[in-house]
């Protein structure tokens, strides 16, 4: 699963994918500075591996991670290819969810590329040569399916309401994600593969003096533009996160306190980009290794299984499933059993996040 940094030049997006990746992608005061994007691995925060890990006497945690790329910054007229738009455009059609990271902070000495900032028209210059780019490809899809609608099979006419739903959004100005679509339009939707039907965070990228205060005015901006689309935000200030991401765990808590935050904003960033590419952990534990694996919110056991080794899937017989809470508060697996807390579920389980599980397999 990749998630796709973007957002105007000079508004902090490097610095956003360096505090994340720790990668050091080039930052720098200047246009188009990322041109090929950045890639990193990033592990997912989840407290309950360290505390796996203690309880089983390992030194070996391997947390679930999700992949980043910090894509070139954006100009308007990105879809007639103006800049690197072609670029940009092809590389955000490979993410499955995208990072949008608006300026929302003065700083002189910082160019912004439209003369002064502006947090409501930087996300609008986006979102508009998204949406640009969607209606060239709904309006070819609408052409072609038009013609297809005198056969009068059901799949096409329902293809067709779905794409009239579709054009008349775009051609307001609105991305796709703002349409609310019961779950059959919304598999339709997805054969689409639009860039603004894509789900969407808002990094709001404050200054260091704006932390815990509520009256940014570009903030608001976001969240008014975030509430329409069904989208999140996240407020943080880049650059204080990438200081963060380089201290020791014992500095990062002074310095956490010293700035009056309880939860650093990366990892608020991460858990939140997790949750809209609908994922979630299940875990294994023991004294080898205490591990999170990565698996689609509703996925049953064999699934999960699967994960793990193709061979777990194909021979699944069962799964021995603890919830996390249940193990850590008996102190043992084998009291967590005698509680009756250890469940013996079979391939209709729909696996939960925390469980912690043991597949029994043959092959």
């Not at 940009?88 to 000495?109: K, P, T, W």
């Not at 998204?130 to 070819?140: M, P, Q």
């Not at 039907?197 to 975030?226: G, H, R």
Request: net charge neutral.
């Amino acid at each position: 699963m990749k998630i796709g940094v973007i957002g105007l030049p000079n508004v902090g997006k490097s610095t956003l994918f360096n505090a994340l990746t720790n990668n050091k992608a080039e930052s720098a005061n200047y246009p188009f500075c990322t041109i090929e994007p950045n890639i990193g691995i990033v592990n997912v925060p989840d407290e309950r591996l360290n505390v796996l890990a203690n309880f089983y006497k390992t030194n070996k945690i391997i947390p679930a991670t999700i992949e980043f790329v910090d894509i070139a910054g954006l100009v308007e007229g990105a879809s007639k290819g103006e800049g690197l738009g072609n670029k940009f455009l092809s590389n955000i059609r490979e993410v499955d969810a995208i990072i949008h990271v608006v300026r929302c902070f003065e700083n002189e000495n910082i160019i912004h590329v439209n003369g002064k900032v502006d947090a409501k028209r930087d996300i609008e210059i986006i979102n508009l040569e998204l949406i640009l780019a969607d209606l060239e490809t709904v309006n070819k899809k609408f052409e072609k399916t038009s013609k297809l609608l005198k056969v009068g099979e059901k799949s096409t006419i329902e293809e067709f309401e779905v794409l009239k739903k579709v054009k008349a959004c775009l051609e307001k100005g609105n991305p796709v994600r703002s349409l609310i679509l019961n779950s059959e339009e919304a598999k339709i939707l997805n054969s689409f593969f639009l860039l603004t039907s894509k789900p969407i965070i808002y990094v709001a990228n404050i200054k260091e003096q704006d932390i815990n205060k509520e009256d940014n005015i570009y903030v608001k901006q976001v969240k008014t533009i975030a509430q329409k689309e069904n989208a999140e935000v996240i407020v943080l200030c880049a650059k204080i996160e990438e200081e963060l991401s380089k201290l020791s765990d014992e500095d990062k808590s002074l310095f956490k306190h010293e700035l009056g935050i309880d939860q650093i904003g990366l990892d608020k960033l991460i858990m939140a980009s997790y949750k809209i590419l609908g994922l979630m952990s299940f875990l294994t534990a023991g004294e080898k290794e205490v591990r999170a694996w990565t698996i689609k919110q509703g996925s049953k056991a064999p699934q999960a299984a699967g994960k793990i080794h193709t061979d777990f899937e194909k021979g699944f017989i069962k799964a021995e499933v603890v919830k996390y809470n249940d193990l850590i508060e008996a102190g043992s697996y084998n009291n967590a059993r005698e509680k009756g807390k250890v469940r013996i579920e079979g391939k209709e389980y729909i696996v939960q996040d925390g469980d912690i599980i043991v597949f029994r397999f043959n092959v």
